[in-house]
């Protein structure tokens, strides 16, 4: 399975910028979508942002115009893709935990595509401070 691990976030006043990362390993796989979800305390695990494989944005309307998410490799045939999420004005309602999301399959010369599945990371604070 394709395994994420995140790195950045921390802590910020509120109007500033953080960054996060995403990197997969695991082996060769087809990354048919990946970004990142937050989860406040005692909420649900909402989406942030998400890009596909043919570089389509999905942001969610609160971090619209506020954070940029962005692949560095659209090519499946890589053991290694890595997603970022600019996070700018941040807003105390920001703060939460970041989790790394994937819909992967696996690739193979001479299986093929196969055995779609989903991954996440063990997150990541984001703290913003009024």
């Known amino acids: 399975q394709v395994q994420l691990v995140e790195s950045g976030g921390g802590l910020s006043q509120a109007g500033g910028s953080l960054n996060l990362s995403c990197a997969t390993s695991?082996?060769?796989?087809?990354?048919?979508?990946i970004g990142w979800y937050r989860q406040a305390p005692g909420t649900q695990r909402e989406l942030v942002a998400t890009?596909?494989?043919?570089?389509?944005?999905?942001?969610?309307?609160?971090v619209k115009d506020r954070f940029t998410i962005s692949r560095d490799n659209t090519k499946n045939t890589v053991r290694s893709h890595t997603v970022d999420l600019h996070m700018n004005n941040l807003k105390p309602e920001d703060t939460a935990v970041y989790y790394c999301?994937?819909?992967?399959?696996?690739?193979?010369?001479?299986?093929?595509?196969?055995?779609?599945?989903?991954?996440w990371g063990q997150g990541t604070q984001v703290t913003v401070s009024s």
């Open positions: 999301y994937a819909k992967a399959s696996h690739i193979s010369g001479s299986v093929g595509i196969y055995g779609e599945h989903e991954a």
């Open positions: 695991g082996g060769t796989f087809v990354i048919h979508n």
């Open positions: 890009i596909s494989e043919d570089g389509r944005t999905n942001y969610a309307d609160s």
